[in-house]
Structure formats: C-alpha cells, structure tokens
C-alpha cells in the first residue's frame, strides 16, 4: 500500500492554489488566501466579484486522470477518528483541480454532501496513507462527479 508523504503533497497541493489562484483572477475575481483561521474551518481562499464573497476550498488532484475517480474525505484516521473536509469544511464551494486531465470542477459543497450518502452506498471507500495519519474516502466515478459540477473549465494547451 501507497504511503505518501505530506510534504510533497503539500507542496504540489501549493502548486496548484497557485496555478487556481491565476486562473480565477484573469477570470475577474479578487482572490484572497484565507486566514489561519478560516483555514482551520476548511476555507482555503475567498473569492469577491461584483460585492459577492464566496469561500473557497481548493484540491489538487494528481491521481484522478488516471484512477478515473475523485476522492472524497470522509473520515480521518489519526489518534481518533475525525469527520475528513467533506463533512467539515466551511466552504461555500469546493474547487477540485485534476491536472493530469487539465480540468477544474466547482461544485456548491452542499451539493457534495447532499449527494455523499448515494455515493458511499454506490462505490468504494479507500483508505490513504502518509507518514503521519490515513485518511478514508469514497472513490467517486469522474463521469458521476462532473454530473453535480456547477462549473467545468477544461484547459487546453498551448502547442507551438
């Protein structure tokens, strides 16, 4: 079994807030990295347009072109078993990056969690660990996933 390490996760998850953060800006909005605070609560950046504030989640996903499946956090393995950012983040939306197929859904969080109860009946839950605690999600189909997206921003590449 897999055990990934946090730091390189950690940084390729910056990688991509970075690469989300320029991509939402040349789109038209103020992008703000979240206090240590809301960060906490599961917020990793707010988004202003036109007076209106959303809080935003961010993950990047470096595994789900080829898996062709989303995880989904539902429970983490620490110490105590601890809900995982599905259930926990404050966020109003969660913004997931798939770099691999050049992709980024936004998806409202309460439609995530009205549609998690169907998709852990429906399909498989994994664990996934790194050096310091495992984390258990649900393996949701792409195809599945996108049908709930309320955005789709499919990236194409500059050839020469």
Not at 111 to 127: G, I, K, V
Request: aromatic share 14%.
């Amino acid at each position: 079994m897999a055990v990934y390490s946090f730091n390189r996760q950690n940084a390729h998850g910056r990688l991509g807030e970075d690469f989300l953060d320029a991509f939402f800006e040349q789109r038209g909005n103020y992008v703000q990295p979240a206090t240590r605070w809301q960060q906490k609560q599961g917020i990793d950046r707010i988004f202003a347009r036109e007076s209106k504030l959303a809080r935003v989640e961010y993950k990047t996903d470096f595994i789900a072109h080829r898996s062709e499946r989303v995880f989904i956090e539902t429970v983490r393995l620490d110490q105590d078993e601890k809900s995982g950012w599905a259930y926990t983040s404050q966020a109003d939306l969660l913004v997931y990056f798939i770099p691999g197929a050049r992709v980024i859904y936004v998806m409202p969080l309460e439609t995530l969690r009205e549609q998690l109860p169907r998709w852990s009946a429906l399909y498989p839950s994994r664990p996934v660990h790194n050096e310091t605690y495992t984390t258990r999600g649900v393996l949701v189909p792409l195809a599945e996933f996108e049908r709930f997206a309320t955005q789709i921003f499919r990236l194409h590449t500059n050839s020469s």
